[in-house]
């Protein structure tokens, strides 16, 4: 049983917890006390996920089961990546890039945790409120910082505000204000020009209309999925030019929209593809980046070719098996209050990530937010089982 107090504290963490990873996004401002507030946000986020993780696992004694198998993917390519510092060719990086993908198990394990307690739906409320404030502050930046919003890349806006828009669905039925921040947040997606980020929404935003659908036929909800899959490898190996020169495309396009098709990652793929084949099963190592081993001084601008540089076909195969993991937790779910929504975000992440490096790497501030509320989607869902089974 728990009692008024536990509860209080629980309100207490979740809506520091919750104001933290919203507005961490600010770290990558050019103001510099934004960005350095950004980074604050950041680092005292990972700090509480930290202590709390293990406050609650020493309290608790045990990990949840259904908990450990949506995880145990991350664990998995955690491990591979401690384990590339032995073949890296830049094995520093690597600290952050395990820390990272540690902290994203800390921050589905507390939201889990504070999912399960009763009365854990209230973190709803501090997410509407707190995306209001962000989404309002961030159109304001917009409107004095210019057409960049003052931010050091525009799109990073465009993804962001995609995914405040998709995480207040979850608040629709707390009430009719949740349209505030979900139509100031679509209207910046416009606005940044991001058409990353505006394709990641729609698609979430497709399988959120489609979600009774899906969520009553096994085989619709896995192919859903993998027809996601199939369409990442498409569009990697058009861009990189495998399968034909779309260079008249890209003229047609600049002609119509004013903007390339191709956006130098027809440049960056092929070169990245060569250097996974160079290394194929086990990559150049963790803690590489492309400007290590090349004069490219960029990210690779995908996340699954970056990971398959980094550590091979292997590392790539764990990932989308950790991909799996919680697609597979979300369909055990798909009868809880949240699930429908934490699916939506998944979604507009992981088809963001055909374009960036967000999911488990470097601004971890665009998807910190998607593993917040599917911590808590599975939370609320698994109590909502135990509910049933008392009954």
Known sequence: MID?????????????????IIFSYWNVHSWVILSSMGRFFLLGMAGAVLFLSFHMITNSGTINRNFFKATKGLFFLLLLYLASSVWSLNPLPLISRNVQILSVIFVLY????????????????YILLFSFFAVLFCFALWGFGGSDGGFDNP??????????????????KVGVFFWIPFLIASLLVFLSGSRTALGGMLSGMLLYFFWPALKSNRLLFWFTLFFIFFLSSIMILL???VLGDLSDANQVMREISGKNLLSGRDVAWPIVIDLIKEKPFLGW????????????HFSAHNYYLQTAMQTGLTGLLFLLFSICCVWNALWFYRDGSLTRT???????????????????????????????L????FGVAQREKSAEVIK
Do not use: C
Request: neutral net charge; hydrophobic residues 55%.
């Open 4 to 20: 008024n107090g536990e509860r209080a504290e629980a309100s207490l963490v979740s809506s520091v917890l919750v104001f933290f």
């Open 342 to 372: 934490a699916s939506a975000l998944f979604v507009v992440v992981i088809m963001s990530q055909n374009f960036e490096v967000t999911l488990l790497q470097n601004n971890m501030a665009l998807s910190y937010p998607m593993w917040m």
């Open 110 to 125: 507390v939201f889990f945790v504070l999912g399960m307690r009763r009365g854990g739906e209230k973190i709803l409320k």
């Open 155 to 172: 799109n990073v806006v465009g993804l962001w505000a995609s995914v405040m828009a998709v995480s207040v669905l979850a608040t629709r």
């Open 239 to 241: 861009i990189s030019g």
């Open 374 to 377: 599917l911590g808590l989607a």
């Open 285 to 296: 190592g963790g803690g590489v980046n492309l400007s290590d081993i090349t004069d490219f």
